[in-house]
């Protein structure tokens, strides 16, 4: 790997070493990640001038965030770790991430010039630097007019954001080509399509498809509160297609930004990532939104493109957005971190992923809650405020997989109590995991 290459010149000591050095740093990989909001795992359809580009990546059907809520799952991706070892659990974190672990500041040590345009992190204060970059342009949010704070320059922008964001980053990319001698590491984080979702005026009436999902009229095989929602099919066929619209300024956006580097021959070294920080539910179970643990609320779309070192394929393995950090450092020839994931470029994990959740005032009234899944089970527990398990689901994805039917309630054969006992242990130990020894 070029990567691996690079690091084994630099750190030789002989005068050949020096010399090829620089040929070995110019040979590592830019990079670049796109990170959308909200977006389900089952939405690039309405991308297609994006999956052209990614037409030779690598998908990985399985994949899952750590944690389905905003703010500490980006901390989560951008330090390669599990939300119980990051210290952001809830959406007010933020300002409580580890800033030396995070991917860009790594980077940016190793000698990759860095720029990110769009949401770093919820809380994280808008007249603040995010840490790692050389170029930023950072907002909280908002669509058509929003605040932005641009290189240590709080501004109001009367732009669409997700436009605005990503020609704003292919400027800094241009300049950071033309300067040549350094790769780079550029992070494009639209708003879309999180809520209120306000699709482009060309797009408002786009007809994106049926996306309404089917509800669940009997929920007594789950825990209570998700009864304390009235199901409203009209008002979530309303949200979904509104958020399927934003993506399609999105998709021109993300086709801007790789044909410019295609067109300059720069896309060719380059790893490009496509992922979103959560999924969200349109109906399933009766409810809208996100931070719970069912399927819908954890999956998130996930692709890789690295032309020469990964081919068009759709990867079953369990994926985990705590593997993008690992992956990238591994192609860029990096080290550092306290990484709880693991490359994407190396073997499979053997078992589940673990998703947490932790009560958030900021957020719906969902209690805190973990979760394994490992493509055909799917285990969940939900916890009280002393951390007294409350209520636990089972769920057999690979034939229901609208986990509709709990196996741990009422009449439970014998092989599913063992099973959800098993996994019981196995979650308790996930919970508390470091690095090489997580899920």
């Known amino acids: 790997m070029a990567g691996a290459a690079a690091t084994a010149a630099v750190g030789g000591g002989t005068a050949a070493a020096a010399r090829k050095a620089p040929a070995a740093e110019a040979a590592k990989p830019n990079i670049l990640l796109i990170n959308t909001d909200d977006q389900r795992w089952d939405t690039m359809r309405v991308m297609p001038k994006t999956m052209k580009w990614l037409q030779g990546a690598r998908s990985f059907d399985r994949a899952t965030v750590s944690i389905p809520s905003c703010c500490p799952s980006r901390a989560s991706m951008l330090t390669g770790q599990y939300a119980h070892n990051t210290d952001v659990h809830r959406q007010t974190d933020g300002q409580k991430v580890h800033q030396g672990e995070l991917l860009p500041v790594l980077l940016r040590k190793a000698g990759y010039r860095t720029a990110m345009a769009g949401k770093f992190l919820n809380s994280w204060p808008l007249d603040s630097a995010p840490p790692g970059f050389d170029h930023y342009s950072a907002m909280h949010g908002g669509y058509q007019g929003f605040k932005t704070y641009t290189d240590g320059k709080l501004e109001w922008v009367n732009a669409y954001s997700t436009t605005w964001y990503a020609n704003k980053l292919k400027g800094w990319l241009r300049g950071f080509d033309q300067a040549g001698g350094k790769p780079w590491f550029a992070y494009y984080a639209p708003y879309s399509p999180h809520r209120p979702s306000t699709p482009e005026p060309k797009y408002a009436d786009a007809d994106v498809g049926k996306c309404l999902q089917s509800g669940e009229p009997d929920v007594s095989d789950k825990p209570i509160w998700l009864k304390w929602t009235k199901p409203d099919p009209a008002a979530y066929d309303e949200i979904c297609h509104k958020m399927l619209r934003t993506l399609l300024s999105t998709d021109d956006a993300v086709d801007g930004m790789l044909s410019d580097l295609n067109s300059r021959g720069v896309l060719k070294n380059t790893i490009v990532i496509f992922t979103s920080d959560n999924g969200y539910l349109w109906g399933e179970h009766g409810r809208t939104e996100k931070f719970v643990g069912y399927l819908p609320s954890v999956r998130v779309p996930l692709l890789l493109r690295w032309d020469g070192h990964v081919t068009a394929s759709t990867d079953h393995r369990m994926a985990s957005s705590v593997d993008i950090m690992p992956t990238l450092l591994a192609a860029a020839g990096v080290s550092g971190g306290k990484l709880d994931g693991r490359?994407?470029?190396?073997?499979?994990?053997?078992?589940?992923?673990?998703?947490?959740?932790?009560?958030?005032?900021?957020?719906?009234?969902?209690?805190?809650?973990?979760?394994?899944?490992?493509?055909?089970?799917?285990?969940?527990?939900?916890?009280?405020?002393?951390?007294?398990?409350?209520?636990?689901?089972?769920?057999?994805?690979?034939?229901?997989?609208?986990?509709?039917?709990?196996?741990l309630h009422g009449k439970v054969s014998d092989a599913d109590r063992k099973l959800g006992d098993a996994l019981r242990d196995k979650l308790a130990t996930a919970r508390r995991c470091t690095g090489s020894a997580c899920p």
């Open 343 to 407: 490359s994407l470029l190396g073997p499979a994990r053997t078992g589940p992923v673990l998703t947490e959740y932790w009560y958030d005032l900021k957020n719906s009234k969902v209690p805190t809650w973990a979760a394994l899944w490992d493509g055909k089970t799917h285990y969940l527990e939900n916890y009280d405020e002393q951390g007294k398990t409350t209520f636990r689901e089972l769920y057999h994805t690979d034939t229901d997989p609208g986990e509709l039917t709990n196996v």
